[in-house]
């Protein structure tokens, strides 16, 4: 992809935006959106959602402050992409697996420069679209082709992410993926995810061994589950309520680092895993979509007050 054509179009000169502006962050470009009703900042590179917050509120999702903002690095909070496959390649299914040629998990996409679609704006509401051509400049680490394009809609109401992908190739494209959704919490302690009671989850800490959660999803310790639900969710920490809901997904994965992990991730403070958690929306585990030639599907989350 050349630098030039992730650079606004002549028809998306930023003198047409009202809310919309161009803006660095450390070393990566960003679009930041600065709407009477809300705020909001998008990262090109991952098509990275890095900043929420309707007017007058906290940033609706975790970022972390030690986040770097540099190319061909993920950033640690916001919405990361995990696209085309998620987590661990070598614990995708075969299908998935056998297209990826790197050890590198959560795909490519986030660390991707995207390209700017289309920047929508009204009274109510700004909508942006972003793109990424994942084709042979790709090569060395998967086999396909396909096309990703992204759209967030933000409104006083919240916040929505639909991302498309199409298969551009002529076989049958398998792929897994999540938007990789860290929202910030007072106390991990006295948080829960209410939604999944009943649901059957993979736990990936212990052997991937398949359990049934029983009630709300609390959190003592690490946490690293793949859910097999894409039942609308419920987020309740002790300042916060807010409401998941899904489209195109039967499985949710829920992460916390805890204290261990925390200090061996990169760009996370040790006790950060006090503060946050994730609720990915995604197509992972025996969820993976297979597309034929043509063909597109959409993962979609939609993040809100609780009604
Ligand atoms: O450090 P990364 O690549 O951003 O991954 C963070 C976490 O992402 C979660 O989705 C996985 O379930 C965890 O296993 C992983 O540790």
Known sequence: ??????????????????????????????????????????????????????????????????????PGRAIRGGVPVCWPWFG??????????KRIHTETAHGFAR????????????????????????????????????LALLTF?????????????????????????ALHTYFPTSDISRTRVLGLGGSHYIDTLDNWEYRTQEGPVYFEGETDRIYESGEPLTIVTPKTSRKLS?????STVVWNPG??????LSDFPDTAWQS????????????????????SHTLGVSIGRKA
């Not at 700017?116 to 790709?138: K, Q, T, Y």
């Not at 991302?163 to 993926?177: I, K």
């Not at 899904?246 to 039967?250: F, K, N, Q, Y």
């Not at 204290?259 to 061996?264: L, Q, W």
């Open 1 to 70: 992809m050349s630098e030039s054509s992730n650079r606004p179009p002549i028809s998306l000169s930023p003198g047409q935006w009202s809310f919309t502006r161009w803006k660095t962050i450390g070393q990566l470009e960003a679009l930041e959106v600065h709407h009477p009703l809300f705020q909001a900042t998008i990262v090109l590179q991952g098509a990275h959602l890095a900043r929420f917050a309707p007017q007058d509120e906290a940033d609706w999702l975790w970022m972390s402050p030690t986040a770097r903002y540099e």
């Open 111 to 146: 660390t991707a420069l995207w390209k700017l679609e289309d920047v929508r704006e009204s009274a109510h509401e700004v909508e942006i679209s972003l793109s990424l051509d994942a084709n042979e400049d790709f090569s060395d680490v998967w086999a396909g082709h396909a």
């Open 88 to 97: 661990d390649p070598g614990k995708n299914p075969p299908e998935v697996r």
């Open 246 to 250: 899904a489209v195109g997904s039967d």
């Open 276 to 295: 946050m958690l994730c609720v990915e929306t995604a197509n992972a585990a025996g969820d993976y979509r297979v597309l034929n030639k043509g063909q």
């Open 259 to 264: 204290p261990e992990k925390a200090a061996r």
């Open 153 to 177: 809609s933000f409104s006083v109401r919240g916040c929505q992410l639909a991302l498309t992908t199409t298969n551009l190739g002529n076989d049958p494209l398998a792929f897994s993926q």
